[in-house]
C-alpha cells in the first residue's frame, strides 16, 4: 500500500528484505536483519545500528471507531501520545484509499534517552475494522525501509479469524482444571463458570465477563484513551460493525469507566449491547445484553445516559458483579505452600508543628504449606514499629485440617488453639487465589488473601 510518509529528511538507502509473512489480518515483508518479537496484541520489528535505532510495530486490528479520522485520533492517544508522552499534536498526511482501506498518517517529534526521535503512527481503516502500523526512530537513514515496509503492506477485508468458542461470551467451555470445582450457582440467580479468559457470568439472557488482569488495559490516563485501549484489547477482537461506541465515567473520588456501544458478536452473529466498566478493584467488566433495554430491565438505569455528575450509586450493580468470581473449595485443591504478604507504611508528622516524626511499618508474611493425609505447617512473620526500634516476632504451628463443607475449612492449630475459617477461591489467569476469613471474628469482613507458589 502506497502512503506519503511525513519525513522530509529522506535519504537513498538499499535495503534487502525477507520473505512475507502474516500477523493478525497484516501481511508484511519485514527487511532483512530485523529482530522480530511477537508479543499477544503486537508484532515488533526492531534494528540497532551504533548509536541509530528504530522500530517498527504492527497492531492487531481493533473495531473501527466509525471513520479514518476518529481512528487515527484514538489510536494515536492511545499507542503513541500516551506511550511516548508526547503533547504537541500531530502532523497528518492527506487521506489515501487502496483496497477499500482508507489510510492516513501523523507523525510528531519525541525525546528519547534524552535524544530527538520521531514517531510515525499509519492507521488503515475499513471494512468495519482499524489497524495500525507505528515506526519510531532516531535517523533519517532509516527512513526509505520504513518507507517501503508500509508500502508493501497488504490487508484482508478487516475480519480476523473469530478466536475459540471458549472466548465468546454466549459459550461456555468445560476447561481442565486442578481444583473440584469450576462452577457456582448462586442463590438469586447467576451462575459462574470458570473461563480460560474470564469467569463468565451468567442470568437469563445476560452475560457478565470478569476478565482477568491483563497487560496494557490499566495505566494511569484520561478516561476516553484508557477505555479505548481497555476495549481494542478486550472486547474488540470478539465483535464486528461497532456502532454508537461511546465511553463516559462519573467525576468521583473513585471514579468508574464505562465504554459502550451495539455490535455484531461474532460466534453467534447477533446484535448485541456491550458496556465495558471498571472502578477501583473491580478489574474490567464485559456486561453483554440482547439489547439495551435486556440491560435496563437488569441493572436499573440506562448507561448511555451517564456523564460526569450522574449518581454513583447508579452503578453499585455492576461493581458489585465481581463478588461473583467465587468457587468453593474441597480437600484436594491445597496441596502446595500457599502465602500472604501484607505491608502498611505510615509517616507520620508533629500535629501542631509539622516536622517529621519518623515511619512507622506493619509488615507481615503468612504461610500455610499443605502435605499429604490433610496435615499442614503454618508459619507467620511479623515485623512492625517505629523505624529504628521495630519488632519482630515468628509463629509456627502444624497439624491437620478439615474441609468443614464447601465454604468452610478447619485447623487444628492456629496460634495455639483450633481455628475454623470460611473460604473460598477466586480466579485469575492459570491460577486461583485462596481467600480466608475468621469465621468467629468476622470484622469488616475482609478477607485475607493466598496465593500458591
Known amino acids: 500500500m502506497k502512503q506519503i510518509l511525513l519525513f522530509l529528511f529522506l535519504s537513498p538507502v538499499f535495503n534487502c528484505y525477507a520473505q512475507k509473512q502474516t ?161 457456582t450457582n448462586f442463590d438469586d440467580g447467576w451462575n459462574s463458570t470458570v473461563q480460560e479468559d474470564w469467569v463468565h457470568v451468567a442470568k437469563g439472557n445476560i452475560n457478565v465477563l470478569i476478565h482477568y488482569p491483563k497487560e496494557g488495559t490499566i ?75 435486556s440491560f435496563i430491565q437488569q441493572f436499573k438505569f440506562d448507561p448511555e445516559t451517564i456523564r460526569w455528575d450522574s449518581e454513583s450509586d447508579l452503578l453499585k450493580p455492576l461493581a458489585q458483579m465481581v463478588n461473583y468470581n467465587k468457587f468453593a473449595i474441597a480437600e484436594n485443591d491445597f496441596k502446595g505452600i500457599w502465602t500472604s504478604d501484607f505491608t502498611g507504611v505510615q509517616q507520620l508528622y508533629h500535629v501542631y508543628t509539622g516536622n517529621y516524626a519518623g515511619m512507622n511499618i506493619n509488615q507481615s508474611n503468612q504461610t500455610f504449606k499443605f502435605g499429604t493425609a490433610n496435615t499442614y505447617n503454618w508459619e507467620i512473620l511479623v515485623v512492625n514499629g517505629m523505624v529504628g526500634s521495630m519488632k519482630y516476632a515468628n509463629v509456627k504451628s502444624s497439624g491437620k485440617f478439615t474441609v468443614l463443607n464447601n465454604w468452610q475449612i478447619k485447623f487444628s492449630d492456629v496460634e495455639g488453639k483450633p481455628k475454623k475459617y470460611n473460604a473460598f477461591f477466586s480466579c485469575i489467569k492459570g491460577a486461583r487465589l485462596l481467600h480466608l476469613l475468621d469465621a468467629e471474628f468476622t470484622g469488616s469482613g475482609i478477607y485475607t488473601v493466598f496465593g500458591k507458589k
Open 219 to 293: 495505566f494511569p490516563a484520561d478516561p476516553e484513551p484508557l477505555t479505548n485501549a481497555a476495549w481494542n484489547i478486550l472486547v474488540a477482537p470478539r465483535y464486528s460493525n461497532l456502532k454508537n461506541y461511546k465511553t463516559s465515567y462519573i467525576n468521583t473520588y473513585n471514579r468508574p469507566y464505562l465504554g459502550m456501544g451495539y455490535a455484531t458478536d461474532n460466534a453467534s452473529s447477533k446484535q448485541v449491547f456491550i458496556l465495558l466498566f471498571r472502578q477501583g478493584e473491580t478489574g474490567w467488566l464485559e456486561f453483554v445484553a440482547p439489547d439495551k433495554n
Open 23 to 183: 500477523f493478525d489480518i497484516v501481511t508484511f515483508t519485514p527487511p532483512k536483519g530485523w529482530k522480530k518479537e511477537v508479543k499477544e496484541n503486537s508484532l515488533e520489528l526492531t534494528n540497532i545500528s551504533g548509536s541509530k535505532w528504530a522500530q517498527i510495530v504492527i497492531y492487531k486490528n481493533t473495531i473501527s471507531k466509525g471513520n479514518i479520522d476518529k481512528d487515527l485520533k484514538s489510536e494515536w492517544e492511545t499507542l503513541v501520545a500516551l506511550q511516548l508522552k508526547i503533547t504537541a499534536a500531530p502532523t497528518t498526511s492527506n487521506v489515501k484509499l487502496e483496497d477499500g482501506w482508507k489510510i492516513k498518517s501523523g507523525s510528531a517529534p519525541f525525546k528519547f534517552n534524552n535524544a530527538d526521535a520521531i514517531a510515525l503512527l499509519t492507521t488503515f481503516s475499513g471494512y468495519g475494522a482499524m489497524v495500525s502500523v507505528l515506526a519510531n526512530t532516531n535517523s533519517p537513514d532509516y527512513m526509505p525501509t520504513i518507507q517501503s515496509f508500509v508500502d508493501a503492506i497488504k490487508l484482508n477485508n478487516g475480519k480476523a479469524e473469530p478466536v475459540a468458542l471458549n472466548n465468546q461470551p454466549g459459550v461456555v467451555s468445560k476447561i481442565s482444571s486442578n481444583f473440584k470445582f469450576n462452577t
